[in-house]
């Protein structure tokens, strides 16, 4: 069984950092690509960042380039997501996904993942 499992998140004033890891199991790591998604009340999903792990392409979503780094541990079959210079429209549930590695590029990700984590809430206060 595919299962990312999210650690994380949590309440931060703006300005400030929080960050989650994403552990993935039951998946061929190196072949896949890790995802991180946001979804704030009354608003649609949004893809946040993702990694392809074959060969460390990353891209990032123009709301949080230059604030937000993700990163993987192979060896831990783990993906971090670092946050920095937090905002309070940052504020949402954070989910991570996995799937193969085509669903990340350096333009873009599939949002249409097929294993999801449970999700973790991040919350900015202004």
């Known amino acids: 069984e595919v299962q990312p499992v999210e650690s994380g998140g949590g309440l931060v004033q703006a300005g400030g950092s929080l960050s989650h890891s994403c552990a993935v199991s039951?998946?061929?790591?190196?072949?896949?690509?890790i995802g991180w998604f946001r979804q704030a009340p009354g608003k649609g999903r949004e893809g946040v960042s993702c990694?392809?792990?074959?060969?460390?392409?990353?891209y990032y979503a123009d709301s949080v380039k230059g604030r937000f780094t993700i990163s993987s541990d192979n060896a831990k079959n783990t993906v971090y997501l670092q946050m920095n210079s937090l905002k309070p429209e940052d504020t949402a549930a954070y989910y991570c996904?996995?799937?193969?590695?085509?669903?990340?590029?350096?333009?873009?990700?599939?949002?249409?993942?097929?294993?999801w984590g449970q999700g973790t809430q991040v919350t900015v206060s202004a």
């Open positions: 996904a996995v799937d193969a590695f085509y669903y990340c590029s350096g333009d873009g990700l599939i949002d249409e993942y097929d294993y």
């Open positions: 039951g998946f061929t790591f190196d072949d896949s690509a």
């Open positions: 990694i392809r792990i074959t060969d460390g392409t990353t």
